[in-house]
């Protein structure tokens, strides 16, 4: 018997119908090292393309917002997906594998499902509100996420932090994907994540993931704060 609801099938389609074809363009980054602009750009596009045809028709009233136009603000009584097609494009353009494919339900100002697909890991993590965060890993079984306290994990940063923060501390890093951040912080891998200036809808797809596996996030003079971090 499946653990995911409709919702979360849908939305976990829609994240693996593009991740396919993303994935053939990793490849191909990787085989040729072409890294143009215009390479990439078809490559995003494609991907937003795929995940707005499987989602259109689940509930045609919903709303589309995507991550390269988020300046727009979702009304509070509408139910609007919020689309990530690349996930740190610049990962993805690097060929590193730290890079998603993700996708979220927003209503009345919060995330009430989720999806995070990492297709170069072979890993997708997903949560639903009042039902629990999951991965589901390369070999198709299904674990329920839990923070998991831990003093001396890895602490992951966006880049312009680096140095600033937590000095002297050797588990400090930068990864390059806030998505994936949320998801190891919220499947015990990480020990804790400080971001800034982080789009509000991801900041609400965190925040959801790490309220249903156990954990919290808390905002802070603009910085994002989860895990066990003392700030000086």
Known sequence: MSISSPRINVMLDSVRSASKQ??????????????????????YSKSKQAIYDCLRDYKQDYGFIFEDDADQEVKDDNYTWFIMPIESRDNFSSCMVHFTVSVCLIHKNKVVAAVIDAPALRETFWAEEKKGAFLEDSRSRHIKMRVKSCDRGLIDVNGNLLGKLLPGNSNVRSFGSTMLGFAYLAAGRYGGIVYSK???????????????????????????????????
């Not at 072409?34 to 490559?43: E, L, W, Y």
């Not at 982080?198 to 156990?214: I, P």
């Open 22 to 43: 993303l994935m053939r363009d990793f490849n191909e980054l990787q085989i040729s090292n072409v890294k143009s602009a215009d390479f990439i750009n078809k490559t």
């Open 198 to 232: 982080v789009n509000k809808y991801k900041v609400l797809l965190g925040r959801l993931l790490l309220q249903e596996s156990g954990g919290r996030l808390v905002e802070d003079n603009g910085l994002i704060i989860a895990g066990d971090i003392k700030l000086g």
